[in-house]
């Protein structure tokens, strides 16, 4: 059996919970739910949805590299939103950091998330 590996850097929020920023199971990366947070304060990058969405998406890419990876390698995002109707910019800014073939995908509308976060992404990376 496959011994789980913690997967933590300091280039990423540090976790505001009882997790870890990622796991690794063999070559399979569990990436933790990300929000907007700045590494260094811990605090939203904005209350804008645009700066959250890029944010959250520079916090997964810091995971997959300190986890061997990179954002290509992510094979599944799950994407939470506080208002489903910003989903084609989701889109339009997957288009900016993936290329294809994308990843498979869920998006889904949520009432709430932490700290009054608008968008939330998890991840599995193989590497």
């Known amino acids: 059996m496959n011994e789980k590996q913690i997967i933590l850097t300091k280039n990423a929020p540090a976790p505001i919970g009882t997790y870890n920023q990622a796991i690794a199971i063999g070559n399979t990366v569990y990436i933790s739910g ?3 947070l700045d590494k260094t304060t811990q605090q939203l990058c904005s209350d804008d949805i645009h ?5 959250v998406i520079e916090n997964l890419s810091a995971i997959c590299v300190a986890a061997g990876g990179s954002l290509a390698s992510i094979v599944k995002l799950s994407v939470y939103l506080v ?11 997957m288009a ?3 290329s294809e073939p994308y990843p498979a995908r869920v998006m ?15 991840a599995i990376m193989i590497k």
């Open 51 to 55: 700066a959250q969405i890029h944010k």
């Open 83 to 93: 208002n489903i109707q910003h989903a084609p910019l989701i889109n339009e800014l």
């Open 34 to 36: 990300q929000i907007a």
């Open 96 to 98: 900016v950091y993936f």
């Open 108 to 122: 889904l509308e949520v009432s709430a998330l932490p700290r009054g976060a608008l968008v939330e992404i998890e």
